[in-house]
């Protein structure tokens, strides 16, 4: 099993097929991945929803990126984002308003033109306070991989075994346009049954759904990094710029690719 943890509060900037030149901030224990899904492709790799390792403070993130700012500035580096990712789910954290609040300011700060970018599983979205505090960064990138349950569980592999499609649909809608869909497609095999989010029929189903929500834009790549699961295909970029295109001439909305 692939596990590549990120071993620091602020890490890079790397160069994110994405987001641009993106420095990371992470909310979550260093050492273990705590997040509401267990992907399959998750490159924190798999394991348990609850981690054992405490959670950095607020005080500790704004300590953290105040001097890895300082430092980029020092040496002439200009991010173009700040991007809220990690070993899982920002949002799990309990002071993610807080912290969406000290990291804009720090922003505003150092780098003003810089985006503030949130890569989430929509998990958690239902929670007013989590809705609120997305709907005040510049990309506010929300998980939606299959319109179909029985996928969409094989993909992500919630740990609340409640979670569903119609739900989450129901609470993109809320963001009334200020969002941006995020969507891997894949397919493979895992514990004896094989899935895949490329046939017409998934594509299409998923497309009504990206109508029904109507973000401003929609991102869609597939496998980057090594995953966890070694029986997962990376789907090639040909694949997803039609899927893309099919998008566009459905809906009118535009998905950028990432191969
Ligand atoms: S939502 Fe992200 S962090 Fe959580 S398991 Fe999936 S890929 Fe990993």
């Known amino acids: 099993m692939a596990t590549v943890l990120y071993p620091d509060i602020v890490f890079g900037p790397v160069h994110s097929r994405r987001l641009g030149i993106s420095l990371g901030i992470n909310l979550l224990p260093l050492k273990r991945k705590f997040c509401t899904f267990d992907c399959v492709y998750c490159e924190c790799g798999l394991g348990e929803m609850f981690a054992k390792n405490p959670l950095p403070s607020a005080e500790d993130i704004a300590e953290a990126l105040r001097t890895k700012l300082q430092a980029l500035k020092a040496e002439g580096i200009t991010p173009d984002v700040l991007t809220f990712a990690g070993n899982g789910e920002p949002t799990l954290h309990p002071e993610f308003p807080q912290i969406v609040e000290v990291v804009t300011a720090l922003r505003n700060e150092f780098f003003p033109d810089a985006k503030v970018s949130v890569l989430s599983n929509a998990t958690q979205i239902h929670r007013d306070e989590i809705r609120q505090a997305l ?54 095999s895992y514990l004896g049954r094989s899935f895949d989010n490329t046939t017409p029929e998934e594509v299409q189903a998923w497309i009504r759904l990206v109508d029904a929500i ?13 995953a966890p699961v070694k029986t997962l295909e990376k789907i090639p970029v040909e694949k997803l710029r039609e899927i893309a295109e099919e998008l566009k001439k459905a809906t009118g909305i535009a998905a950028t690719v990432a191969g």
């Open 135 to 188: 709907l005040k960064v510049d990309n506010n990138i929300l998980k939606l991989d299959s319109a179909f349950d029985d996928t969409m569980r094989q993909m992500n592999r919630p740990w609340n075994p409640d979670y569903n499609v119609a739900d989450l649909v129901k609470n993109l809608q809320a963001f009334e346009g200020r969002l941006i869909v995020q969507t891997m497609f894949l397919k493979g």
């Open 214 to 226: 109507r973000p401003a834009s929609v991102m869609i790549y597939s496998l980057d990094r090594e």
